[in-house]
């Protein structure tokens, strides 16, 4: 398991504590992945044991043992959640018989398939389109499998689709799995919406000439889109990547110069832990985020990225758009122009900052004394400006600290300043 | 009896590993010293050194090492002098034993 990933679950499972409280031992354990070393995650995770002991000992500790989960039946004593053997370890609503396994992926596959072709049948027969079928599917399919194990964000390798299709969602938030929603019900209505059932754990998204609006939301329980002044009929989306890997992976492209938005929804208990965005023109406006990997990828976009909290950050301008982020904490940053501008504010990173300007412009303000970080830096015909120095050819220095940049300037400009 | 109790052999060793550092020391680092001598798992210490910060036998504070931050643990007055108790109940202790073993020590 990554630090992230125990830290998300750890996070999850001391839901009921004091925020005072749960914010000290979480930094505990943040700070002890970070003094292991960030080599050293995976092995730090094993040697700590799982999350729920943890935490059950945690919530002991304050005198709040006994509620140590309030969103599974199972509480603090669940067998390690890492055992996806078929079998849900949880005593959710809906009663498992024997089925284990391999069993109940058939059974589930079996289901899905004749509900599809039920649901061909049906949509040839009223004209249906297509699209709208294809959501119906993932839905009513879910719908069969719902448990409440409190399952992290990204703990599963990939399981099968039984699996992760169970919804994670709190119990008591259960109250609607699986909704589609088109408001207008007219052909191919421009304004629509709809919820995806799974709990994704990455969203993908290319979009050409879009408005895009990521918001985070803590009233909602699934991710949800909603388009405005397209067509929703125009919406891609890989069913496979949904069936498999809980991932939505969508394109949708818009006429040059229309208005046409999309608002991508995220619920704040259940964020996905993987985001990247390939935008062609249009715009995009990202709000603070906490999450494993962000990756943004402009064709001449207008993107604007709030607070961004992560393992991995990758941004890149292949247009003349420009990306520019308030503020980045990450283990890995990679900020990349080919043309356009690329900018981030407040760069915290731990591991590795790549920089490179092959005709853009990238500027970035780290945090940290400019001694601190390993420099590799090469400048083979732009302008590449570090800690106020103008760098030219080939400069490698040491740091104090393990954090290092690799930076090279094609043509155009890097600017990379300390804030101390 | 108190030393039979883990709890309290816990809360002792941590006390002494934190008093050898006048600047204190931090969570992992106070692990991985206690781990040389005593078996315990490295989750057992958190709740450890929250209830001797509630018992204000501990006090911490914070620095930034590397751009992060950690938080640092040191002994209070009123922490030397659990310290003290437990040093002496130990003393007392093992030599109950050490004469249960090899007998009256000149």
């Given amino acids: 398991m990554t630090k992230y990933e125990y830290i998300a679950k750890l996070e999850k499972l001391l839901a009921h504590m004091p925020p005072q409280e749960r914010r000290d031992a979480l930094e505990y354990y943040v700070e002890y992945f970070d003094a292991a070393g960030p080599d050293h995650e995976a092995e730090t995770a094993e040697k700590l044991g799982d999350p729920e002991t943890v935490a059950a000992k945690i919530l002991e500790g304050a005198g709040l043992s006994g509620n140590a989960d309030g969103d599974s039946a199972s509480g603090a004593a669940q067998p390690p959640s890492d055992a996806m053997d078929g079998g849900n370890p949880a005593d959710g609503p809906v009663t498992r018989t024997g089925l284990q396994g391999p069993g109940l992926l058939v059974l589930f596959v079996v289901i899905l398939l004749l509900v599809a072709l039920a649901l061909a049948l049906s949509a040839a027969a009223t004209g249906f389109r297509g699209f709208g079928r294809d959501k119906e599917i993932a839905v009513t399919a879910s719908e069969q499998v719902v448990s409440d194990t409190p399952a992290a964000l990204a703990d599963s390798t990939p399981a099968p689709a039984a699996q992760d299709t169970a919804t994670p969602a709190p119990a008591a938030d259960a109250s609607a799995p699986a909704s589609t929603n088109v408001s207008a019900d007219t052909q191919a209505p421009s304004d629509w919406e709809t919820t995806y059932p799974a709990a994704i754990t990455e969203v993908d998204l290319e979009l050409s000439q879009m408005n895009l609006v990521v918001t985070v939301d803590d009233t909602v329980s699934a991710v949800t889109l909603r388009g405005t002044g397209v067509a929703d009929s125009a919406l891609r989306v890989d069913q496979q990547e949904m069936d498999r890997e809980n991932k939505l992976d969508a394109r949708l492209s818009a006429d040059q110069g229309s208005t046409a938005s999309l608002t991508l929804v995220l619920p704040a208990n259940n964020m996905p832990r993987r985001l990247e965005f390939k935008l062609t023109g249009g715009s995009a406006t990202l709000p603070d985020l906490t999450l494993d990997e962000l990756e943004v990828d402009s064709v001449g976009a207008a993107v604007t990225v709030g607070r961004i909290t992560a393992r991995k950050v990758d941004l890149q301008e292949e247009g003349n758009g420009t990306v520019s982020a308030d503020a980045i904490a990450a283990d890995e940053v990679s900020l990349d122009a080919k043309r356009g501008t690329v900018e981030a504010a407040q760069v915290s990173v731990n591991r590795q900052l790549d920089v490179e300007a092959e005709g853009g412009n990238v500027t970035a303000t780290l945090q940290g004394r400019a001694d601190a970080f390993r420099l590799e830096a090469e400048n083979k015909g732009g302008t590449l400006n570090v800690n106020g120095e103008s760098l030219t050819g080939e400069v490698r220095r040491q740091g104090s600290g393990s954090a290092s940049i690799e930076a090279e300037c094609q043509s155009g400009t890097i600017t990379l300043g300390f804030s101390g | ?106």
């Fill in chain 2, 1 to 106: 009896m108190t030393f039979v109790s883990n709890a309290a052999l816990l809360d002792a060793v941590v006390l002494a590993v934190v008093s050898q550092q006048a600047e204190g020391s931090y969570g992992y680092r106070i692990t991985q010293q206690i781990k040389e001598v005593l078996d315990v798992s490295e989750s057992s210490l958190y709740p450890v050194l929250r209830r001797l910060q509630k018992d204000q036998c501990l006090t911490v504070h914070d620095e930034t090492a590397n751009g992060r931050n950690r938080r640092y643990y040191r002994i209070t007055e009123l922490g030397l002098v659990r310290l003290q108790g437990y040093q002496d109940e130990w003393k007392a202790y093992t030599q109950k034993i050490d004469t249960l073993f090899w007998g009256e020590m000149p």
